[in-house]
């Protein structure tokens, strides 16, 4: 079976950061990339980018590069999605996503549970 | 980037046909998924590439496009297709991925 499993719910204040994790299973890590999306309350998704797990190449949705950092460990199978300088509008579910095609992360057929980051003083 | 524009919702009765579309200047050259997703959980996808079923979604549920229009398709609608409904469009180099503001299908 196919999963991606993250971490615990976090809550942060306004202007510090939060790491979210995503611990892969049931198949090749380094075949697929992750892509990270987020879900704000009652909201839309909104995509905040993907790395590959096979060379760390990344890309960021610009609204997010300068305060987003996107991580590996093939040793743990595990992908981390770093966002510095919290606002209240960060408030989110995060999910991470595996792509459907290996090598084109423009659709995802695996998700995490997602995980409830609440940013408030 | 650009922006795909959904309705916000479709009502349909058990047993009859539903239709959700969704519309972006993109879409031409993008390709088009849809996800479907009940209160609480994580998104399920649905069709990607136009039209593309992944393993354990029933046939029930297809997808097509036309122009800057793609449309996703649902036949002998069921209570248990309740939910919300978004499109997603990206290229296969996933430079440029965008959801859709999602449609409620009441059944």
């Known amino acids: 079976q196919v999963h991606l499993v993250q971490s615990a719910a976090e809550m942060r204040k306004p202007g510090a950061s939060v790491r979210v994790s995503c611990k892969a299973s049931?198949?090749?890590?380094?075949?697929?990339?992750i892509s990270w999306v987020r879900q704000a309350p009652g909201q839309g998704f909104q995509w905040l980018g993907w790395?590959?797990?096979?060379?760390?190449?990344?890309y960021y949705e610009h609204k997010f590069q300068g305060r987003l950092t996107m991580t590996t460990d093939i040793s743990t199978n595990t992908a981390y999605m770093e966002l510095r300088s919290l606002r209240s509008d960060d408030t989110a579910v995060y999910y991470c996503a595996r792509e459907v095609v290996a090598g084109a992360p423009e659709a995802f057929d695996i998700w995490g549970q997602g995980t409830m980051v609440t940013v408030s003083s | 980037s650009f922006e795909l524009t959904q309705p916000p919702s479709v009502s349909v009765s058990p047993g009859q046909a539903a239709s959700i579309t969704c519309t972006g200047d993109a879409l031409p050259t993008h390709y088009a998924s849809w996800y479907q997703q009940k209160p609480g959980q994580a998104p399920v996808l649905m069709i990607y590439?136009?039209?593309e079923r992944p393993s354990g979604i029933p046939d029930r549920f297809s997808g097509s496009r036309s122009g800057t229009t793609v449309t996703l398709s649902i036949s002998d609608v069921q209570a248990e297709d309740e939910a919300d409904y978004y499109c997603?469009?990206?290229?296969?180099?996933?430079?440029?991925?965008?959801f859709g503001g999602g449609t409620k299908l009441t059944v």
């Open positions: 790395i590959s797990t096979f060379n760390e190449q990344r």
């Open positions: 049931g198949y090749i890590f380094t075949k697929y990339t």
């Open positions: 997603q469009s990206g290229d296969s180099s996933g430079m440029d991925v965008v």
């Open positions: 590439r136009d039209n």
